[in-house]
């Protein structure tokens, strides 16, 4: 089994502000709900915890896990 790094929400999505910006631990990118994901069709105000399960960071295709929450 494989060590996998988990972000600083664990992983567990469910303990997520529905409005919580995340960003992409390996190219910086953001995800925030308010603005959605135009790459992959997400509408504005989908929170993070609400994305599909088969949704990677729009611009270096890390997985989800990858993704930490942005402070302020």
Excluded: N
């Excluded at 494989?2 to 999505?13: M, N």
Aim: aromatic letters at 12%; one cysteine or more; proline letters at 10%.
């Amino acid at each position: 089994m494989s060590a996998r790094f988990e972000g600083s929400y664990l992983g567990d999505a469910t303990r997520l502000a529905d409005d919580a910006v995340l960003e992409c631990k390996i190219c910086w990118q953001r995800y925030d709900p308010a603005e959605g994901d135009p790459v992959w069709q997400i509408p504005p105000g989908t929170p993070f915890a609400a994305l599909p399960a088969h949704w990677r960071c729009p611009r270096c295709d890390g997985d989800r896990e990858q993704f930490m929450v942005v402070d302020g």
